[in-house]
């Protein structure tokens, strides 16, 4: 069974643009996560996503968004980029079912640099 | 106080020792708990589940769960120069199904020394 797939890996843009990252769960996968991870502040939650709906939301500015697709595949959007956005963003899904049903399997990232 | 603690290390253990990794959380209303090993460059590779109090065993690997002292372990045996990594300790913090955030703590480096 494939894993978790980001596209892009890497991007670079310029402070005051916007940027879409994908991520497509694994097989069966309902719920979607996004996490930001930064050497300074570690993984932190940006939302999950479950049946295209957000359920949760992380403590991040209106500027970060998501969205669901019916097929579960996800988005996430940054507008407005700042230097601080510079991150790795990390997709993690779940199948939510089963006696292990909220592990969370992540995907290899997508590497934001802002200049 | 944070909400998911770990000692920073870096942690270094002879290889073929017993690793032990610790962690802390601070909802007693939490149920689900996971660690995570994450090698340099890399995402982050779930390695145990834990639900229930107790210990849980995975070939080489035990996570042991203790909710009424909040707290959460990882045991390595025979420790691996290929166990050297960044372990994290992930809390499902609250009530369970609707609410699938994970809380992180910020990591132990681990490092397996020949």
């Known amino acids: 069974k494939a894993g978790v797939t980001q596209t892009p890996r890497y991007l670079i843009k310029t402070r005051g643009q916007q940027v879409t990252l994908s991520c497509s769960p694994i097989s069966g996968h309902r719920s979607v996560s996004w996490y930001q991870q930064t050497p300074g502040q570690g993984l932190q939650f940006l939302f999950e996503?479950?049946?295209?709906?957000?359920?949760n939301k992380g403590n991040f500015p209106g500027r970060f968004s998501g969205r669901q697709f019916s097929n579960s595949r996800s988005e996430m959007n940054v507008s407005t980029l700042e230097l601080g956005d510079s991150a790795l963003y990390l997709c993690?899904?779940?199948?939510?079912?089963?006696?292990?049903?909220?592990?969370?399997?992540f995907g290899p990232g997508t590497r934001l640099t802002v200049l | 106080q944070k909400e998911v603690e770990q000692n920073s290390g870096p942690l270094s253990v002879p290889e073929g020792a017993i690793a032990s990794l610790n962690c802390t959380y601070s909802d007693r209303g939490s149920q689900s708990f996971f660690w995570y090993r994450q090698y340099s460059g890399k995402s982050p590779e779930l390695i145990m589940s834990?639900?229930?109090?107790g210990d849980k065993e995975d070939g080489r690997f035990t996570a042991q769960l203790n909710k009424a002292s909040q707290y959460v372990s990882l045991l390595i045996r025979d420790s691996q120069p290929s166990d050297s990594a960044t372990y994290l300790c992930a809390v499902n913090i609250g009530s369970n199904f609707g609410n699938e955030k994970l809380t992180f703590g910020t990591g132990t480096r681990l490092t397996i020394i020949p």
């Open positions: 993690a899904s779940s199948y939510l079912a089963g006696s292990s049903y909220n592990e969370q399997f």
């Open positions: 834990i639900y229930s109090n």
């Open positions: 996503y479950f049946s295209e709906t957000q359920r």
